[in-house]
């Protein structure tokens, strides 16, 4: 797994083992489709802004696969460099150590995705 690609990578293992479990609890699975879609539709907050308060929280929960998908997604939301810099710095603030570690992580999902290789 390339550093230019790992984020997509992850993303396809992930989506492919969820698959797999999907297969045994497809209820569960479609209420929190339906739970992610609701959150995620733009409101009084854009989805832009929606997708890096979850990357943040994907940072402050040291969760990979969250960091990925929601990098992603903030990416085709429009989120520029800049605004998942500073979002980052939130996470840093709030979390202290290990965001030093998962908020550059996050960054470089972001710049992964943002860069065009969607």
Do not use: W
């Amino acid at each position: 797994m390339s550093d230019a690609t790992h984020n997509h990578d992850l993303l396809t293992t992930l989506n492919a083992q969820a698959r797999e479990l999907r297969k045994h609890i497809p209820d569960v699975y479609q209420g929190f489709a339906a739970t992610h879609k609701a959150a995620m539709a733009e409101g009084a907050l854009s989805t832009k802004v929606k997708e890096l308060i979850a990357l943040a929280i994907g940072v402050t929960n040291r969760c990979d696969g969250c960091i990925a998908s929601h990098a992603r997604g903030a990416a085709r939301a429009g989120a520029t460099k800049e605004e998942a810099a500073e979002a980052m710095g939130v996470a840093i603030l709030l979390n202290g150590g290990h965001s030093t570690v998962y908020g550059p992580r996050a960054y470089a999902a972001f710049c992964e995705f943002a860069d065009g290789q969607n």
